[in-house]
């Protein structure tokens, strides 16, 4: 094959990587910066790339590819890990049978998120390893080489991302890809069935690879020192920084970290000689912590001298790096105006939101998707939102403590991805709450993907299909109605209100296509 160069974001250079490593199995579910991965091996690989209703079950449906012998990716965002961290405790204690890449893509500074924790304290906390790219073309390479080590030590491997390295464009080499692996079907109690009987000691054995991950990432080449000679100051860092540091090696030695965990003497090796030591990381101070047991002369977040909060960024390392810098400014005759995002002209949620409004609810508990923008002015028609399938829970439990006219708001997607147990939960504990599935057969927040609910599959083929009213009335709801938010909306707040001031849990379908999707349909 000839020697062929693309430009590639990070997401879709991870999904090349995957195809090159020889994967079977792609299965993610949606969340900015991680969706273009699945969307990119949907469109070019000609095996199997689709979308699971959630994390947790995109990682077991993985895990379970493995147990067949063979490779397989797993997508997800920074939050979508807490989803899937039941399983993924638990397979670094079992081991996995063929290589098993998790690729999670952290959001610093929460640009799409409801915050900015940083994945490798739960990569530390599942003793497994974590490969951080700077680049397309790193990631690429780090993805193939999370497969061998997940192979060689038994171990899912995690890829942090950012959404600057996901979502930034570098050219990429492209080679031929790998065979995929025979299916073989895997049976080993010991390491695949996890009874209390077999923890301890696929615990001890879990142990038993930290060390030898130590010799890997040391011999990987991953972890690497830039020193030239009388160097008195340096820059420890790792992913998307480390493409920032680089404009500053001329002045500043430096020391990238690619792999997880590493040999703290590195850390030690580096400051030797070093006056002044900068720690520049995306995400909270993992590195820095863990330099600040060898030196008192390091600057970054848990020193104070860079925010702990927010993207680490550019123009903020420059502020830091380069004495006397000042920003340049441009002047403009008035500010310019503040652009939050907004509901789209003519979005269903926005009509349902106008007849909820007229209905007047106690409270309303949102959920996280397009429609958690009804929070904002003009409609300010949520009270809260948390995190993924909370709406219904939240819901649930404010009305066993007597409050009634409680609303809870879930889309479509979000019912599907951790809605249903809540609701089945609410059934069960008698509380009186309503609950509204806003159904715009899209996850329209991240891109407009198909759901279960649509019988799509992320390949745009035609899959099984979910039908919502059946699976409420199977939770065992009190009752459901289906409407358009469009039409007759005095009737649509009767329908609440009527709902709101019943006993029991009762089912609102909303159903209106997105309109974003519809029109891309038309067109
Ligand atoms: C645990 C987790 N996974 C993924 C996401 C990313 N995400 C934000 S909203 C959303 C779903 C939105 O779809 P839906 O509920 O159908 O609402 P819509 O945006 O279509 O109105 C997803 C997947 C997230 N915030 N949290």
């Given at each position: 094959m000839e020697m062929q160069r693309q430009l590639l974001s990070g997401n879709e250079a991870i999904g090349r990587g995957a195809i090159e490593a020889g994967i079977s199995l792609a299965v993610g579910y949606p969340g900015?910066?991680?969706?273009?991965i699945i969307e990119y091996l949907a469109r070019h690989f000609s095996g199997q790339a689709m979308w699971a209703a959630n994390e947790k079950v995109a990682l077991e449906m993985a895990i379970g590819a493995t147990y067949a012998g063979k490779r397989a990716l797993c997508t997800m965002k920074h939050v979508g890990l807490n989803v899937a961290l039941d399983p993924l405790m638990t397979a670094a204690y079992l081991g996995v049978k063929a290589g098993l890449v998790v690729i999670v893509a952290d959001d610093p500074g929460a640009y799409s998120s409801q915050n900015e924790q940083d994945t490798r304290y739960l990569v530390n906390f599942a003793k497994i390893p974590c490969l951080e790219p700077s680049d397309s073309q790193e990631a690429k390479d780090m993805v193939i080489k999370a497969f061998d080590l997940s192979e060689r030590f038994g171990l899912p491997v995690i890829v942090r991302s950012v959404t600057r390295v996901s979502h930034s464009y570098s050219p990429v080499i492209i080679n031929e890809p790998k065979h995929e692996n025979p299916t073989r079907i895997i049976k080993d109690p010991p390491t695949m069935i996890a009874v209390p009987s077999h923890v301890i000691a696929c615990h001890k054995r879990l142990n038993e690879k930290q060390p030898k991950l130590i010799e890997w990432s040391n011999e990987s080449g991953l972890n690497q020192i830039f020193k030239k000679r009388g160097q008195k100051k340096g820059i420890i860092t790792c992913g998307v920084a480390y493409a920032y540091a680089a404009e500053f090696s001329d002045d500043f030695a430096i020391l990238k970290i690619g792999?997880?965990?590493?040999?703290?003497r590195i850390i030690k090796t580096f400051i030797r000689g070093l006056d002044e030591i900068w720690i520049l990381e995306e995400g909270y101070p993992f590195i820095e912590d863990i330099a600040l047991k060898y030196s008192k002369k390091i600057k970054g977040r848990r020193s104070g001298?860079?925010?702990?909060?927010?993207e680490l960024g550019t123009e903020a390392l420059r502020r830091h790096l380069i004495p006397n810098y000042s920003i340049p400014t441009i002047q403009l005759d008035a500010p310019l105006p503040g652009r939050p995002p907004v509901m789209c002209q003519g979005c269903p949620h926005r009509e349902f939101y106008k007849s909820l409004n007229e209905a007047k609810p106690t409270f309303v508990a949102g959920d996280i998707?397009?429609?958690?923008?009804?929070?904002?002015?003009?409609?300010?028609?949520?009270d809260t939102c948390l995190c993924m399938g909370a709406s219904i829970s939240k819901a649930a439990g404010m009305s066993l403590q007597g409050v009634n006219g409680v609303v809870a708001v879930i889309g479509d997607s979000t019912f599907i991805h951790s809605g249903i147990t809540s609701l089945i939960s609410a059934v069960y504990n008698k509380a009186n709450i309503l609950v509204a599935i806003l159904d715009?057969?899209?996850?329209?927040?991240?891109?407009?993907q198909p759901t279960p609910a649509t019988g799509?599959?992320?390949?745009?083929e035609e899959g099984g299909k979910i039908d919502l009213v059946e699976l409420c009335k199977a939770c065992g709801v009190d009752s459901i109605e289906v409407f358009s938010p469009y039409e007759d909306k005095e009737k649509n707040t009767a329908t609440i209100k009527d709902k709101l001031n019943s006993k029991g849990v009762h089912v609102v379908i909303s159903k209106a296509p997105c309109i974003l999707s519809a029109r891309k349909k038309k067109a």
């Open positions: 900015t910066p991680s969706t273009e792999a997880y965990p590493f040999d703290e001298h860079i925010d702990m909060e927010g998707g397009c429609y958690t923008l009804g929070a904002a002015p003009p409609l300010k028609a949520l715009n057969s899209a996850v329209a927040m991240t891109g407009h799509v599959t992320a390949k745009g």
